[in-house]
């Protein structure tokens, strides 16, 4: 059992509103998400983007709070899920830039400085998208405003 299921043995039910219908990539979705709640990831999201954008089934967005916990979050989750990575690994220059991308085929990984998640604005973008999971720090956002 993973150290966030110790916590919070609900984790991969808990504060979803509608799961993916391709079963294949919730779970990995779902496997991202455990891991960067491991890690202590901040604003966690997962859209289903399969109504309203033919490419992709979800996206899983979160922001790292410095440089450090940035690359650490991108690496734990390609020595933990590489192997199911269609593109490229991380790269220095990835990290860098306060985004990093990681394609996984139908589940795309966008990490954020927050800075960078705060200009390039996904959930603004497709926020018409259904939310698989959101974490505990959106939902307390959310219902502060």
């Not at 919070?8 to 709640?37: C, F, G, W, Y």
């Not at 289903?48 to 410095?66: D, G, H, K, R, T």
């Not at 990575?85 to 990984?109: H, M, N, P, T, Y």
Request: proline share 4%.
């Amino acid at each position: 059992m993973t150290e966030a299921k110790k916590q919070n043995p609900s984790l991969a039910s808990q504060r979803k509103t509608q799961p993916a219908v391709d079963p294949e990539a919730h779970e990995l979705a779902m496997e991202i998400v455990e891991i960067l709640e491991e890690k202590s990831a901040a604003r966690i999201l997962a859209i289903n983007l399969e109504q309203v954008n033919p490419y992709f089934c979800i996206f899983v967005i979160a922001s790292a709070n410095s440089m450090v916990q940035l690359k650490t979050l991108g690496r734990e989750v390609q020595k933990r899920l590489g192997h199911k990575l269609v593109a490229r690994g991380l790269k220095a220059d990835d990290i860098e830039s306060g985004w990093v991308i990681q394609d996984f085929g139908d589940v795309i990984l966008h990490l954020f400085m927050p800075d960078q998640r705060s200009f390039y604005n996904l959930e603004r973008l497709w926020g018409d998208a259904p939310v698989v999971y959101r974490s505990q720090d959106l939902e307390t956002e959310s219902s502060a405003e």
